[in-house]
């Protein structure tokens, strides 16, 4: 369910590709629902859905929800797309970015062992303004869930909240969405009436969250803040358990999807984004910026103050002081000496910097792409080697700009 403005984020766009460490919220939710298992995914976008199809890329189906009527109108967009589908749905709201693979599990066993017609996940919380409330009957089962904008002065002051993860019978879902009346207040169709209609039946159960951390929702900018905070403890603790060295976890920013090989350090001041892969037993910092997808081989060094961009080094490399190195392809056993830069940009495009295995870079080298350094050839400390005036192997070039010196035994 992405088809949110996010008007109350104060953003623009659409809310599923608002981003949180780096990759857009609908992400975790599709990863949280591959992760369990599901057959099939079905997004349905509203808001400046082009975006939203880019993003997919074809990855998932995705349904077009063409005016913005409500969650259950939403859900009920989603009918063809499932058309002939006669088993569990889950629905999830993509601004409820926490909840995992794990939970989905449970809700869903839940739901089978008491073959249920919905079952949704519920939360007691200290401040449930702006949820949806659980009203239980006596005997515990739900009523049904009724709105901040409905609830009677005595209703808001039920504490147990929805969270906005259910798992529902296919057919009686659709039923139940196509008897739901618009809301007199909101003018939507809440998904949340169509629970109410099926718990006519006693055939609705609300599960207690195990973790109340995953229920949290994105409503406001500070839940933003607080929950893009809550997922970089968990990235950071999945890279721990994984034998990553993290010296001062409160100091280092991983996006979500990098991969880091056991044994890294990774020491006070980085930040690691978008999906770049760290090798084994690297030293990353302290502060160091990796970025663009790079790609880092085992057992190499990104030091202090030095940004990597778009760029591939393999092993054992040594980056170590003060560099900028983008849209690069190094090659193993290399050392950058500091202050070294890939000069990659003229202006007006990005151009690439070649540096083959077992070269040593100058400090204050500037490499003015395009340009290839060849195999152990070697800068002086402050060349310039200009566009296309590729150092051929074993060379040495100094000055500025850089000639030929000699050729290395
Ligand atoms: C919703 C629930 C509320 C629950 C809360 C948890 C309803 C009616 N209410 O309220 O009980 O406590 O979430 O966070 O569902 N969406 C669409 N199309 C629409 C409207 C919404 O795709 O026309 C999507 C949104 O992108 C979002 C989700 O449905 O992912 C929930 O909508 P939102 O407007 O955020 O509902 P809440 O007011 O937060
Ligand atoms: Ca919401």
Redesign the pocket.
């Known amino acids: ?4 403005r996010g008007a109350r984020l104060k953003s623009d766009g659409p ?2 590709l608002e981003p949180i460490c780096g990759r857009p919220m609908v992400e975790f939710l599709l990863n949280a629902a591959r992760a369990f298992g599901a057959r099939k995914t079905v997004v ?1 976008a ?1 808001h400046r859905i082009g975006e939203v199809r880019n993003f997919l890329n074809g990855s998932t189906a995705l349904v077009h ?1 063409k005016k ?4 259950g ?2 859900v009920s967009q989603a009918r063809a797309a499932l058309s002939g589908f006669d088993g569990s749905v889950l629905v999830l ?4 970015p926490l909840v995992t693979a794990k939970t989905l599990g449970e809700l869903v066993a839940d739901h089978g062992r008491h073959g249920t017609d919905c079952t949704l996940l519920a939360v007691e919380s200290e401040n449930p303004l ?3 409330r659980i009203q239980r009957a006596a005997d515990g089962s739900v009523r049904k ?1 009724i ?1 901040e904008n409905d609830a009677s002065a005595e209703e808001k002051k039920i504490r147990e ?4 993860c259910y798992v529902f019978k296919a057919a009686p879902l659709f039923r139940a969405l196509g008897e739901v009346s618009v809301n007199a207040a909101k003018h ?1 169709y ?3 009436d169509a629970v109410g209609i099926l718990a006519k039946n006693g055939k609705v159960r609300a599960v207690v969250a195990s973790d109340r951390e995953e229920t949290l ?1 994105v ?1 406001t900018p500070s839940d933003l803040v607080r929950i893009e905070a809550m997922m970089e403890q968990k990235i950071l603790n999945r890279h721990i358990e994984n034998g990553v060295r993290i010296r001062d976890p409160k100091t280092t920013w991983i996006d979500e999807g990098v991969v880091i090989g056991a044994g890294t350090v990774v020491l006070p001041h980085v930040v690691i984004e978008e999906g770049s892969v760290i090798g084994k037993n690297c030293v990353i910092g302290p502060f160091a910026r990796v970025r663009g997808g790079s790609r880092i081989g085992d057992g190499s060094v990104i030091g202090n103050f030095v940004e990597v961009t778009r760029s591939v080094i393999g092993k054992k490399t040594l980056v170590k002081h003060l560099s900028y190195v983008g849209d690069a392809a190094i090659g193993s056993s290399v050392n950058i000496g500091a202050g070294t830069i890939t000069a990659n940009y003229d202006g007006r495009k990005k151009h690439k910097t070649v540096i083959k295995d077992g070269a040593e870079i100058g400090s204050g080298t500037v490499l003015v792409a395009p340009v290839t350094v060849g195999r152990s050839a070697k800068t002086g400390a402050g060349a310039v080697v200009t566009k296309g005036k590729n150092v051929p192997d074993r060379v040495v070039v100094v000055g500025v700009p850089a000639r030929k010196l000699k050729v290395r035994s």
């Open positions: 369910m992405a088809a949110g809310k599923a349905v509203g929800q913005q009527l409500g969650s109108h939403a709201y993509c601004d409820t702006g949820y949806g869930i709105e909240i929805n969270v906005g939507e809440y998904l949340t929702g409503n």
